[in-house]
Structure formats: structure tokens, C-alpha cells
């Protein structure tokens, strides 16, 4: 412990040890004097004797330091104090940094978020998902839910649930909320505790509807109920039914499925009450997910064979329900492969190119920092001749780097964190409870640093070769304007790379475009613009059973008398909307009905007559329905093109012909109607069945409503219009009013984020390109401003002066250029998952890169082609 | 922590540069020449001239130097270091004081903790020494 008094004392030892010396060499100097010789020779030789005196004095300070710790400090304050020196380029390292380290950080808490993070219940690594095993999806039926559960002998317990949205009223008006219902066995299952009060157990279920209870969810409990903790026991209405609230479920916990967040949980009995389907029908499979945890020590193989044999029996016992039933363990919480496998591609897709851009950035600022240094040559050179080892200046050129990196980095991280959150609040849908928390953890600012670091030691290592190879003495000598002349310098090779790398995202950002572009304007077989729709919750109001036709009926009369509505109609559900459904169909002559015989599984809209009006769908031939297709009217449909030609052939002989339903109705076509996109946007042709919904009546009804083209029925007018005349209809009737154009916003959501996503990219791309190349420009300028004086003394024309000032720049962008483009035709492929229809064999998108990079080398070569043209050859050799 | 600059007038070119704290590692001429026998010589024929007599750090320089008949030629101010260890280590003590010829000087005297070090030093290096003898030469005793 005896070093602590040194410290106090170091001060003092140093200034005793300088006099020393100080002394030591006068005194020799003294004794040389008295030999003989003059001061100046006398000092001189004093001073040769006596050694490095720096060296030597550093060596014995080192002596009371911890000398590795105390250098590598002072080389901090050093690296402060140079960058100080030099605003502008500091300013411009840490921000580039801080945007590419920033950008880096906020990919990866997204990444972690939506794949990393395991779910917040208990052991999720054994909790997995029942997919089929022939499509992304796991709808059940509520009876095979329950043989599943049952029968199975790998599991510890299989829960399953829905999404639902129903009315409430809870003493204030009444609204509509997203809820999810789950089976008894849900909260025991995945092993959580209430925050407040009770849970409902697999014990409260005594059959359909014998369960009236709710749990509410952390946040909505939060929100709605201003934290009252005497909520349990409150009797609230669902769709006008009391049920019980129990308690309320933990925080952060808002079921299984990620970026869903719903209300409150009800048990799954209750569904008949909240829904249209039952618990009984086996072959109505209404039931969304089923997740189970397996037993321990099994297998998912193990797991996987066992379901599928319980499958084999279900597809036995009840061959009319069921179809092939394989299965297939996938991991919850982005339902399986249906968005897990497109979210992971985009997300690596969009991992490798923000490293992209960190390697960009680190490629710019090494090139900034290997000019820093050949600027400061000669301050290296001295400090070889006084006595530093390379070692030593390259260790101080890296703090420097890592100085910059550092902050750089925890300027980002501070800008993700702000943007992170502003993300997180973000509510994309009004329709719908679909957003995802994204808040960084240490995970992310420990992967911030690190990179930060690496991007550090990258760009500071740039300048190294350089370092080593200086020579003092002809440094000192010669001035530090000698170069030698190479070939290919390691500035130009970074700058190729960072040109290549943003037109590689610029690639991107256009194939994305392009493919959003054309999806968006693909064949529809429905008209949206001048469209409104209107959806009513007739349930909630107490339409039900015969009362609900006679109160659409009244509906469409009124919408109707709007004034500027062109046509009017309504259907259970529109394309793109969520309540879409499918039927199986089959031919006329099929030996039976069981699902494998089907023909074809068929979109199925219930549509009222006028719905082809009223929607700009155009019925290639035959006729619509009419108010006499009713109950006691023969079955009629009207088929899309694809259906006609899966199950006649042909679309042309296709009217008059008769074709069956699941339950043995048989149908005649009547009209034929275009062909459209009714669910996806990237699916393939499909077929489509609309029957009346006189014949076949639905639970949902949409409203839609056309107007004539006109400043009068703009789409706010016409809301407040509709809203007004379904008020006066019924003023207790929830009612959901909005453009023909929004239900599409669900599925375009994921191509236009990517879009916005990559175009934020290749800006930024952009930047530090133009920024290279005007870097690159502009000190070639500087650098032969007399050369060029000389040449336009010579009678050089403008083209050759800027061929000769910047060719070399020039020539560097369109090797980069072409490298990107290459490089971005390949990278285009993992966009396709996200952005279908997005070929990178594109025309346009060749033309686009191309003019993007002209663009960008005009912008950034412009103020030193400039300065390069004003080059005034008798001033220039006057400063000779 | 002192915020030094020192001046330094570099003789080539006379260039004034403030230099602070100038990275210093590993010179190769000042770690393995033929001046410094084995690490640890220096230290020992310090204390050994200490032992005789106090002096300051020219002076000691002038014993060495003086004592080995010139054999032994030490860059002065490699002594400096090789003090300011021993001060650390308590082997010496060290005081301002007047010189017989009136100059300001810092006068370094053994320790008795010196002296033992020395004593165990000089054991050690004897028994180096004839080692080193026994092997070069077999014949000797």
C-alpha cells in the first residue's frame, strides 16, 4: 500500500528528477568548458553523453506509474486534443458513425425482438406450435382441438385460441375490442401468474357458455380500467352478455402470437356467445392456434409422429370432415412459417444490409483517416527520430479511431433508443390491436459497442501500412509532400467499395419500388376508388336471426339515398377484408363428398344483388342476382374465370352448369365475373364462388357504397353522410366507416415498410458516397491545382481540364457502380420474399441505378470540377 | 497528473516543438546494448559505489566510470533510471544538499535495506560468475 503517499509525492518527483538532470548535464558541460572546449560545443557534447533525455526521463517516471494504463490514457487525452484540433473532421467521422452504428442498433433490437427473444412464459424452448403439415397455418375445429388434447401422449398439455373482436360496455359507450379467447387450460399451461386476482382454470369449463369470465390484459387493465384494483368481480357486457371479470394477467405478457395485443382473455367455451361458430362441428375449423409444451425428454420427431397418427384416426373416423391431417412442430409466436419465414428473410436481408452500411462508413472514414495521417507525416516522423516506436504512434493513431467509434456509437444507441420507442408507440393499424414492443436491451448495447470497436480498429488500421513504411529522415528532409506513385491506392480500393455497396442498396431500394409499384396496380377484379365501406356490428345492436335482412334491407335503401351514391350492396365480406372464407366445391358428378374429392377450394362471398355494381367487378357474361334469388329460388351462383376453368374447363360453356357444395347443394352458374386478387396480394389465380346471401345467409354484413365521381362526394363527405344515415337508423349500432382502400393496409403493410426501410438505406448509401467521391475530387483538385494551371496555360479546353482533374475519380464510380449493380441483381432475390413481384431483371430498375449514380457523382464531383474549371494559371504561377 | 510541456530544441532542424509526455518504449539502443552486462548490474555497482561513499548522480557517474578504468562505458543518464528504481524500492534515500564545489545537488545514500540487497546481489552474481568461468574454461578450478 505503499504507493498510495506516491502519488501526492509524484509531482514533486518528477519536477526533483527534471532538475537532476538538468543539473547533471550542466555540470558536465561545466567540466567540458574547463577542458577546453566553447559553451555551445560544451553543452552540445554534454547533451550527447548524457542520452535520450526524454527517453531516459520517461523511462524513470514509468518507474512510480502503472505504465500501460497511464500511456494508454494519455493517449486518449492526446486523441481528444487532435480531434479537438480539427472540428470538421470530427464532426463528420462521429456522425457518420453514430448513423451507421445507430442504424445497426435499431435492426438489431427489431431482429431480437421479433426472433431472438424467447416469449415471457414459462420454458419456452418447449413450447411449439401445431402447423399443418401441408400449408402455414393451424386452424382447428373445436372438436379436434379436443381429440388432439386427449388422444396425444408427447405432450404435457395442448392449449389452443382465437382472435376475436366483440363489443363491450363496460358503463361508458360501447366499442369494439380485439379479444383473444383461450382454452381452460391456457394460463395453467404456460405456467403465469395473475397480476391481480384470478385466472380461469380448466375446471371452470362445463360445455359451451359455462364460463363467463374474463381476465384482462396488463396494458388494456392499465388504459381502460385506471388501474383498479378492485376490478375482479365487475360484471361487464361482451356482445350483450355479462360476463365476470377475474383478474387481471401480468405485465408484458399479451399472448402467444408477438405483434398481437388483445383486450382481455375469455375462455374459448364462450365462443358460441361472441361468434358465429360452434363447439361442435368438427369440420368447421374456427379455432386459430394450438400450442402445446412437449413432455420432457421427447423429441419434436417423436412429438410430430404421434399427432399424425392421431390425425390418421380423426381422418378415419370422420371421413366427410376431415382432410388430410398431417402436422408439423413449428415455433410460436410469429404463427410458424406463415410469418415467421418471410419476417426472418427480410430481417436478415435487412441485417446484411445495414452492415453494409457500417462497412460503408468505415470504408469513408478510413479513407478520411489514411489522409489525416499522410497529412501528418512529418509530426510522425519526428516523433520516429526522437526515439517512439511504431508501435507506439500506431497505438495512438488507434485511440484516436476508437475515440471516434465510441462516440460515435453512444450517439447511435441514443438515437435508437429515441427512434426504438417513437417505433414501439407507433399504431399502424386502426383497425386492429397489431403492433410490436420494441425496447433495447443489454443484448443490443453490448452489440452496439462491440461493432463500434471493430469499426474503430477497421478504419484506424487503414493508415497502419503507411505508418510502418515512413521513413524519418527522408520525411524530414524531403517535406511531407512526396507520394510515391502508385498504382492503386488502399483510398481508391475503400472508395470502390463504398460506391459498390450504395449501389447495391440503391438496387435494392429500386427493385423494392418497383415491385411495391406493381403490386399495388395489379389486376384487382375490383374498383376502389369512389368506394366506401360501412361495417355494422348487427349483433352487438340485437339483429339476429330474422331480423338481421329486413335491417340490411333498411341499410341499403338508406345508403342508397345518399345523394351522388351511384350504386349501393352489401356482402358478408369484401376481398381483403379479414372475415374472408372458403368452401370447398365439387363437381356435379363427384362420387361423394369427402374433402380429398374436392375440385377446388373456392373463395366464397355472400353478396347481396347490385354487388358487382356497387364493387367495379366486371361480369364477363350471364347475369347478377336479383331480389327473386331467395329461399324458395333455385341455388345459384355467379364464378369467377379461375373457377369456372378449374371445374368446367372452360370459361365459355360454363354457364348453365351445375357444380356441388360440401353439404350436397347444387349449384347452377349463372354469370361468370373477371378474374382478381381476393386475400393476397401475391397470390396465384384463384378461384371464387358469389352466392346470394338470400340463398345462403352470413353473419357479417359490409356495406359498400360507390359514388359518382365528383368534389360533392369526396371521401370524408361521404363518410360523414353514411355515418349520419346508419346514426339514424339505429343510434346504438357500432359502426365502422372507411375507404374501400384500408382493409389493404394490412397486407401492403409489410411490402411498404420494406420499401420506406430500403429507401431510408440507400439515402444513406447516397451520402456516404457523395461524400467519398467529393472527398477523393476535391483533394485531387487541391493537389494538382498547378498542374492544371499549367495545362489551361497551355491551351487546355474545358473537357480536357476536368478530364485530367477528375477522370480518375470518375473512372473509380462506374467500377463501383457496376460492381453494385451486379452485386444488387443477386441481392434483389431475398427481397422477392417480402416484396413479390419484384424482379431485379428489370429495365426501369437498371435505367434507375444508373441515372441514381450519375445523379450522385454530378452532386458530388460538381464544387471541385468547379474550382477546377476557375483555375487561373497566371495567379496560381504568381504564388510560385 | 503534470501537464508538462517541454520544450525541446531539436538540433537538426531547430524546430521548437511542444511535445508532451513523448511516447518513449522500447528504443533498441537503450535496452540491449553492450553497455548493460545483464538487468540489474547497473543497480548493483551503484549501491556497491553508494556503499563507499554518498554522491550525487555525476558523480557517481565519474566513480563508474573511473572504477571499471573505462571498461565499462555507461550513457549518462541511463543512471537515472536505474536510481529512481532504487529509490522506489527503499535501497536508497536521496536528499538535496550543496556540493563541495556549491552546486545544487541531489545526494543518494544507501539504505540498510540497501546494503542487504547488495550483499545478496553480489553473492548471487559471484556464483553466476563462476559458473560462467567453470564452463568456459574446464581446466581452471
Known amino acids: 500500500m505503499n504507493w498510495i503517499p506516491n502519488i501526492f509525492r509524484r509531482r514533486k518527483l518528477y519536477d526533483d528528477l527534471s532538475e537532476e538532470m538538468r543539473l547533471h548535464r550542466e555540470e558536465r558541460a561545466e567540466q567540458l568548458m574547463r577542458e577546453g572546449m566553447s559553451r555551445n560545443d ?228 364462450e365462443h358460441p356467445l361472441l361468434g358465429v361458430d360452434d363447439l361442435t362441428t368438427r369440420g368447421n375449423r374456427w379455432v386459430f392456434d394450438t400450442v402445446g409444451y412437449l413432455k420432457p425428454g421427447v423429441t419434436p420427431a417423436q412429438a410430430t409422429a404421434d399427432l399424425n397418427s392421431i390425425g390418421q384416426y380423426l381422418e378415419k373416423t370422420w371421413p366427410k370432415d376431415e382432410n388430410k391431417m398431417t402436422f408439423k412442430l413449428v415455433r410460436p409466436g410469429l404463427y410458424g412459417d406463415f410469418l415467421g419465414r418471410p419476417v426472418k428473410a427480410f430481417m436478415a436481408g435487412l441485417m446484411l444490409l445495414t452492415t453494409l452500411i457500417l462497412l460503408a462508413a468505415c470504408a469513408n472514414l478510413g479513407s478520411l483517416f489514411a489522409a489525416r495521417a499522410a497529412d501528418r507525416s512529418r509530426e510522425v516522423a519526428l516523433r520516429l527520430a526522437l526515439g517512439s516506436a511504431r508501435s507506439r504512434i500506431l497505438r495512438t493513431l488507434f485511440t484516436e479511431a476508437v475515440v471516434i467509434s465510441l462516440t460515435g456509437g453512444v450517439i447511435g444507441l441514443i438515437g435508437s433508443v429515441v427512434l426504438l420507442r417513437a417505433f414501439s408507440a407507433w399504431r399502424p393499424f386502426t383497425g386492429a390491436p397489431l403492433y410490436v414492443t420494441v425496447n433495447p436491451d443489454a443484448k443490443v448495447y453490448l452489440a452496439a459497442l462491440l461493432l463500434a470497436l471493430i469499426s474503430g480498429l477497421l478504419f484506424g488500421a487503414v493508415p497502419v501500412r503507411q505508418v510502418l513504411r515512413t521513413n524519418p529522415y527522408e520525411v524530414i528532409k524531403a517535406g511531407s509532400g512526396s507520394r510515391t506513385g502508385k498504382r492503386i491506392s488502399m483510398r481508391e480500393v475503400l472508395l470502390v467499395a463504398q460506391i459498390a455497396i450504395c449501389a447495391v442498396l440503391v438496387t435494392s431500394s429500386l427493385v423494392a419500388v418497383r415491385g411495391l409499384g406493381r403490386s399495388l396496380h395489379a389486376h384487382f377484379g375490383f374498383d376502389m376508388d369512389h368506394t366506401m365501406l360501412a361495417e355494422p356490428d348487427l349483433g352487438m345492436a340485437g339483429y339476429t336471426g330474422d331480423r338481421v335482412l329486413p335491417m340490411q334491407k333498411r341499410m341499403l335503401h338508406a345508403m342508397e339515398g345518399i345523394p351522388g351514391v351511384e350504386a349501393a350492396s352489401f356482402a358478408d365480406a369484401v376481398p381483403f377484408s379479414l372475415g374472408v372464407g372458403d368452401a ?32 367495379g367487378t366486371t361480369l364477363l357474361s350471364g347475369r347478377d342476382f336479383s331480389w327473386e334469388d331467395d329461399q324458395n329460388a333455385p341455388r ?245 | 497528473m503534470a501537464t508538462v510541456g517541454v520544450l525541446l530544441p531539436v538540433g537538426l532542424t531547430g524546430l521548437l516543438i511542444p511535445v508532451y509526455s513523448m511516447p518513449v518504449v522500447n528504443m533498441p539502443m537503450t535496452e540491449t546494448t553492450s553497455r548493460d552486462l545483464f538487468p540489474g548490474a547497473l543497480e548493483m555497482m551503484i549501491l556497491e559505489s553508494l556503499r563507499r561513499q554518498p554522491a550525487h548522480g555525476y558523480a557517481l557517474v565519474q566513480h563508474i566510470q573511473q572504477r571499471s578504468k573505462n571498461l565499462l562505458q555507461v550513457e549518462e543518464g541511463s543512471l537515472y533510471p536505474a536510481l529512481q528504481r532504487l529509490l522506489k524500492a527503499k535501497l536508497v534515500r536521496a536528499e538535496w544538499g550543496l556540493s563541495s564545489t556549491n552546486r545544487r545537488v541531489r545526494t543518494y545514500q544507501i539504505t540498510a535495506a540497501g546494503l542487504r540487497h547488495l550483499e545478496q546481489q553480489i553473492s548471487a552474481f559471484d556464483r553466476m560468475f563462476e559458473g560462467i568461468t567453470l564452463v568456459l574454461n574446464p581446466g581452471r578450478s
Open chain 1, 42 to 269: 560544451a553543452e552540445q557534447a554534454a547533451r550527447r553523453a548524457f542520452g535520450n533525455s526524454t527517453l531516459l526521463e520517461e523511462r524513470s517516471r514509468e518507474v512510480w506509474q502503472w505504465p500501460t494504463l497511464e500511456s494508454i490514457g494519455a493517449d486518449v487525452r492526446f486523441a481528444f486534443r487532435q480531434l479537438r484540433r480539427s472540428p470538421g473532421f470530427t464532426i463528420a467521422a462521429v456522425l457518420t458513425l453514430a448513423l451507421a452504428i445507430g442504424a445497426n442498433a435499431v435492426v438489431f433490437s427489431i431482429l431480437d425482438a421479433f426472433l431472438l427473444r424467447p416469449l415471457n412464459v414459462a420454458r419456452p424452448s418447449s413450447l411449439y406450435e401445431l402447423q399443418h403439415g401441408n400449408e402455414a397455418s393451424g386452424y382447428q375445429s373445436y372438436p379436434d382441438y379436443l381429440d388432439l388434447r386427449d388422444r396425444n401422449r408427447t405432450f404435457d398439455s395442448l392449449a389452443a385460441y382465437t382472435a376475436n373482436e366483440v363489443g363491450l360496455e363496460a358503463g361508458g359507450d360501447p366499442a369494439e375490442v380485439w379479444i383473444e379467447e383461450a382454452s381452460g387450460n391456457y394460463f395453467d399451461a404456460l405456467g403465469l401468474q395473475p397480476f391481480l386476482g384470478r385466472f380461469f382454470h380448466e375446471a371452470d369449463e362445463h360445455g359451451a357458455n359455462s364460463a363467463p369470465y374474463i381476465v384482462l390484459s396488463y396494458d388494456y387493465w392499465h388504459t381502460h380500467f385506471q388501474d383498479d384494483r378492485n376490478v375482479g368481480g365487475r360484471v361487464v357486457l361482451l356482445n350483450r352478455h355479462p360476463f365476470t371479470i377475474l383478474g387481471v394477467a401480468p405485465p408484458a405478457f399479451n399472448g402467444i402470437l408477438l405483434f398481437f395485443n388483445p383486450a382481455m382473455f375469455v375462455p374459448l367455451v
Open chain 1, 584 to 615: 370447398k366445391v365439387f363437381h356435379d358428378d363427384a362420387p361423394d363428398l369427402r374433402p380429398v374429392n374436392a375440385a377446388a377450394n373456392a373463395y366464397t362471398f355472400h353478396i347481396a344483388p347490385g354487388y358487382f355494381r356497387a364493387a
Open chain 1, 636 to 880: 345459384v351462383a355467379v364464378v369467377n374465370a379461375e373457377f369456372a376453368r378449374r371445374l368446367f374447363g372452360s370459361v365459355s360453356t360454363s354457364i348453365g352448369r351445375y357444380y356441388k357444395l360440401r353439404d350436397g347443394t347444387r349449384i347452377q352458374v349463372v354469370g361468370i365475373a373477371e378474374d382478381g386478387k381476393y386475400y393476397n396480394l401475391t397470390e396465384n389465380p384463384q378461384p371464387a364462388q358469389f352466392v346470394p346471401i338470400l340463398q345462403l345467409p352470413s353473419g357479417g354484413t359490409t356495406l359498400i357504397v360507390r359514388a359518382k365521381p365528383g368534389l360533392n362526394n369526396a371521401p370524408p363527405l361521404l363518410a360523414a353522410a353514411m355515418r349520419k344515415t346508419m346514426r339514424e337508423l339505429d343510434a346504438g349500432m357500432p359502426v365502422i366507416i372507411e375507404a374501400r382502400e384500408k382493409p389493404l393496409e394490412v397486407t401492403l403493410f409489410g411490402p411498404r415498410m420494406a420499401t420506406v426501410v430500403l429507401g431510408v438505406l440507400g439515402l444513406m448509401g447516397a451520402m456516404l458516397s457523395i461524400t467519398g467521391i467529393f472527398g477523393m475530387a476535391a483533394t485531387s483538385v487541391s493537389r494538382r491545382l498547378r498542374e492544371l494551371g499549367i495545362r489551361v496555360a497551355l491551351g487546355a479546353q474545358h473537357r480536357e481540364v476536368l478530364q485530367a482533374a477528375l477522370g480518375r475519380a470518375v473512372k473509380l464510380l462506374v467500377v463501383g457502380s457496376a460492381a453494385g449493380l451486379a452485386l444488387g441483381m443477386l441481392a434483389a432475390r431475398v427481397l422477392a420474399f417480402v416484396v413479390n413481384g419484384a424482379t431485379p431483371r428489370d429495365p426501369l430498375v437498371l435505367a434507375g441505378v444508373v441515372l441514381a449514380m450519375a445523379a450522385l457523382g454530378l452532386v458530388a464531383t460538381w464544387i471541385p470540377a468547379q474550382r477546377a474549371l476557375s483555375v487561373d494559371p497566371l495567379a496560381l504561377l504568381r504564388e510560385e
